[in-house]
């Protein structure tokens, strides 16, 4: 099976603007779940879909937004770009069960200038 | 709330056992280990379920003590393979799996 793709690899935006990631799961992965990277905070979850409807959300502000598609692909938005929110973005597919192991996509790299 | 590791760095030669550990301060009843390497993704490693048994993959083994919501990672005989940034996620209730700030272990000839 192939693994979990995440585009853009890299970006670089500037403060203000603002930013789509897409993500696309294993094949057969109902949940899809979205984390930050950063070197001080180490991996912070944003929020998790499954079947199209958010399960889960973690502590970011409303400027982080995502959804889930019918075919399970997700994508992230992040409007309002801040310095801040330089950082790799991970995506990560499970089958949807509890406990279920995450299996991370190679990220994305967002540089705010 | 976020999962506590320590040691927050350690570094090994090859052929030697390190320990990692994570702890909670709310009740737990699942802990996932991941090690990332520079420049990848995270790989997931093994998860411990409340009840559960230890678990083994090769020469990494983890433990979870339940009552203490603590878990440990334990590396014997390290190879360089090991090298890279170890992180436990922790589940409890109705949280979602948090990540702890993780431990980066570096392993030399």
């Known amino acids: 099976k192939a693994g979990v793709t995440q585009t853009p690899r890299y970006l670089i935006k500037t403060r203000g603007q603002q930013v789509t990631l897409s993500c696309s799961p294993i094949s057969g992965h109902r949940s899809v779940s979205w984390y930050q990277q950063t070197p001080g905070q180490g991996l912070q979850f944003l929020f998790e879909y499954f079947s199209e409807t958010q399960r889960n959300k973690g502590n970011f502000p409303g400027r982080f937004s995502g959804r889930q598609f019918s075919n399970s692909r997700s994508e992230m938005n992040v409007s309002t770009l801040e310095l801040g929110d330089s950082a790799l973005y991970l995506c990560a597919s499970s089958p949807g069960q509890p406990s279920g192991t995450q299996y991370f996509g190679p990220g994305t790299r967002l540089t705010v200038l | ?109």
């Open chain 2, 1 to 109: 709330q976020q999962p506590v590791q320590s040691p927050q760095a350690v570094i090994l030669r090859e052929g030697e056992d390190a320990v990692i550990n994570c702890s909670s301060s709310k009740a737990l009843y699942s802990v996932h280990w991941y090690r990332q390497k520079h420049g990848e993704a995270p790989v997931f490693l093994m998860i411990l379920l409340k009840g559960g048994e230890q678990k083994g993959h090769d020469k990494i083994s983890a433990s979870f003590n339940e009552k203490k919501q603590q878990s440990s990672l334990y590396l014997t005989a390290s190879q360089l393979s090991y090298s890279g940034t170890y992180f436990c996620g922790t589940e409890g209730g109705s949280e979602k799996l948090v990540f702890g700030k993780g431990t980066k272990l570096t392993v030399n000839p």
